[in-house]
């Protein structure tokens, strides 16, 4: 069983930067993608950024796009999310996912795609 958490999660003001962070222990056996989802209230779960750990290939959603980035230090199996010039629609409870599958495009951004889930960390953005 792959065991999932998320943490760096927090308040800051529109502009702010905060890095999020995700250990996931145990076997994907092969599902080598991993990904930041976010979710606010009354909205569906929404991929942020995806990572295919095997070769490092990454893609982002477009509101992410030159403001996030996700890396992942491989030598601690740790995934990372730096997300800088925060707005306030970036408020959500985000979540980090392990085990997808890739596509012929990159890893997997679909919520069906990953089999493994933390408990989500709360980003909240004020004006």
């Known amino acids: 069983q792959v065991q999932v958490v998320e943490s760096g999660g927090g308040s800051v003001q529109s502009g702010g930067s905060l890095r999020l962070a995700c250990t996931a222990s145990?076997?994907?056996?092969?599902?080598?993608?991993m990904a930041w989802f976010r979710q606010a209230p009354g909205n569906e779960r929404e991929a942020v950024a995806a990572?295919?750990?095997?070769?490092?290939?990454?893609t982002y959603a477009d509101a992410a796009k030159g403001r996030f980035t996700i890396t992942r230090d491989n030598a601690k199996n740790i995934l990372y999310l730096q997300m800088n010039s925060l707005k306030p629609e970036d408020t959500a409870m985000y979540y980090c996912?392990?085990?997808?599958?890739?596509?012929?495009?990159?890893?997997?951004?679909?919520?069906?795609?990953?089999?493994?889930w933390g408990q989500g960390t709360q980003v909240t953005v004020s004006v």
């Open positions: 990572i295919d750990t095997d070769d490092g290939s990454t």
């Open positions: 996912a392990a085990g997808g599958g890739t596509t012929g495009w990159g890893p997997a951004t679909d919520v069906t795609e990953y089999y493994y």
């Open positions: 145990g076997q994907t056996y092969g599902r080598s993608s």
